[in-house]
């Protein structure tokens, strides 16, 4: 690959990773061209090199983020399998520290009330976070959890974390947190 290749995919990586941050954070309409190439270090000119317009930067800025949460999702399950393995991603998509760490996180709580906006991306986003886990268990050899039970998680995963995020900073955040992790572990057992 030449010096060129390598640069440019390079600052197309680079506008991707701060829109994707920027959309946790902000939400797709408070996510701009300008903020996502500047947080790159880049000039808005360089964007046009790469995207067709801010619809295309935040669908694929949106299918990043959903990698980068699985690869997050993926580590905290690693060595686990069945549901001890969705009892992991749950402490994990559930923690004080998902909460609080907003652009490295999921991009759920952010987008959905937007998720108009990107539907060009592959199937609805909530559907991909449900066959991520469907699959996770799967591949685990350990049993499965059932599409409507993986559809639960998710809306248990990512409602509890709006609100924690909603309240940060009062006893109820952290409060969401547990009685939402607790809720689930005791349900996947209960229906294991």
Not at 22 to 45: C, I, N
Not at 51 to 78: P, W, Y
Not at 120 to 149: I, N, W
Not at 167 to 184: D, E, W
């Amino acid at each position: 690959m030449s010096q060129r290749k390598k640069q440019k995919d390079a600052s197309r990586d680079a506008i991707l990773t701060s829109a994707a941050a920027l959309l946790r954070e902000r939400g797709l309409e408070g996510t701009s061209v300008q903020d996502a190439t500047a947080g790159a270090g880049l000039t808005v000119g360089t964007f046009y090199a790469h995207f067709t317009d801010k619809q295309d930067l935040l669908t694929q800025a949106v299918e990043v983020a959903l990698r980068q949460v699985g690869g997050m999702l993926d580590h905290a399950a690693a060595g686990r399998t069945g549901i001890d393995a969705v009892h992991a991603i749950t402490d994990v998509y559930l923690s004080e520290l998902h909460r609080d760490h907003v652009r490295m996180g999921c991009p759920l709580p952010a987008v959905l009330g937007e998720a108009a906006a990107v539907q060009k991306s592959k199937g609805t986003l909530p559907q991909q976070l449900v066959q991520f886990l469907e699959a996770r268990v799967h591949a685990a050899g350990a049993g499965t959890v059932q599409q409507d039970e993986a559809l639960a998680l998710v809306v248990l995963l990512v409602g509890g974390q709006i609100i924690a995020r909603a309240t940060r900073g009062t006893p109820l955040s952290s409060n969401v947190l547990n009685a939402c992790r607790n809720f689930a572990k005791q349900r996947l057992v209960a229906t294991a």
